[in-house]
């Protein structure tokens, strides 16, 4: 196998509770980061849940993932102004 084998990347496996269920995670990023990421997808959820109490398990996920998504590319269209900012102040 060649070392692009996306098998043989992985370097750490890391167990994580999100929305009252368990997974697995695994990947090259630190253990450490692995767990604040999924702590963040999980307080979404959790918050969620409580808004939407009769909506199914499967559309909080869905609507979880569309608010992270909102919230990132707010963040990147925050770091293009920024960027755009430091470029004109050269």
Request: overall charge negative; aromatic content about 4%.
């Amino acid at each position: 196998m060649s070392s692009a084998d996306p098998t043989t990347a992985v370097k750490h496996r890391v167990q994580v509770r999100i929305g009252d269920e368990e997974f697995v995670l695994r990947g090259d990023a630190a253990p450490e980061y692995m767990q604040r990421v999924a702590a963040l997808v999980d307080a979404k959820f959790t918050e969620l849940q409580a808004v939407y109490r009769h909506v199914p398990r499967h559309r909080i996920a869905i609507l979880t993932a569309i608010h992270l998504a909102d919230e990132v590319e707010r963040l990147r269209a925050e770091n293009r102004e920024l960027l755009a900012l430091l470029e004109e102040a050269k």
